[in-house]
């Protein structure tokens, strides 16, 4: 469901905002003006967050944070940038209390860095249209993955093990809270919600529905749907979530032999 790339922006430019480190001899603001880096981002933030991705715009953000454009480009080259300063600003927010992912059992640990993920993501739904294949490597991003290591660590598993472990806990919140998004924009796209969607849609399932034809379907559809709704994100994501534990589990077990 990606709509927009993080990486796309000049790669040193970026890093060095990311660190807050311009390169050498670079022109900087003026002493009049308060306006820095962290003003942008938390403006971009918020309109993010209110509005979508797409609404995030140079020209946007300069009328939020109260100058011209033309100043905001002094501090932020472009878009492609700002994203990545977004992101990494947000990520930075995660585990506020890190004694949470570094103590206790490792299914807890995981289980923790789990839900903050999965409210990392209800909270900032927008991340969820940025694809990071060239993720931004700031100081947000890289104190997560520090993070995250450290509760698989000392668990018998390779190196490699740890990093693809903690990527597929990391994949499957976001899978799963990519689905609650799809849902709420076709919602916000259609103007129906839901439940008006299948309640429109039943009356037309019942008259071609081959009940011989997909007998499975004819038992376990109503059973699920009479129990479950239309669709349940936080039952899916508690079960999958348990699910994925176990058989990390089972890894850990073979690991320890």
Do not use: C
């Not at 492609?80 to 103590?103: F, I, N």
């Not at 668990?155 to 472990?165: A, I, P």
């Not at 309640?199 to 379907?217: I, L, M, N």
């Amino acid at each position: 469901m990606a709509t927009e790339f993080t990486g796309t922006g000049d790669p040193a430019r970026s890093m060095a905002l990311l660190w807050r480190t311009p390169p050498e001899g670079e022109r900087r603001p003026g002493p009049r003006t308060s306006l820095d880096v962290d003003r942008i981002v938390a403006a971009a933030v918020r309109l993010a967050d209110a509005e979508g991705l797409a609404a995030v715009s140079m020209r946007r953000v300069a009328a939020d944070v109260g100058v011209a454009a033309m100043t905001l480009y002094t501090h932020v080259p472009g878009k492609g940038e700002l994203v990545d300063l977004m992101l990494d600003a947000v990520l930075g927010t995660l585990y506020p209390d890190e004694q949470e992912v570094t103590s206790g059992g490792w299914r807890a640990r995981l289980k923790t860095i789990a839900e903050a993920n999965w409210t990392f993501f209800l909270s900032h739904p927008w991340a969820l249209h940025l694809s990071t294949g060239r993720p931004p490597l700031g100081p947000g991003l890289m104190r997560k993955y520090e993070l995250e290591l450290r509760a698989v660590d000392g668990l018998g598993l390779s190196e490699v093990q740890m990093d693809l472990l903690v990527t597929l806990v990391n994949g499957f919140v976001r899978g799963t809270a990519a689905g609650v998004q799809e849902k709420a924009d076709a919602e916000r796209l259609t103007g129906i919600s839901e439940n008006q969607w299948w309640a429109a849609t039943e009356p037309y399932v019942a008259q071609v529905f081959d009940a011989e034809r997909y007998p499975t379907a004819a038992r376990v559809g109503p059973v699920a749907g009479e129990e479950l709704g239309a669709y349940d994100p936080q039952r899916s994501f508690d079960f999958g979530l348990a699910r994925l534990l176990d058989g990390i589990g089972v890894l850990i077990l073979d690991a320890s032999r």
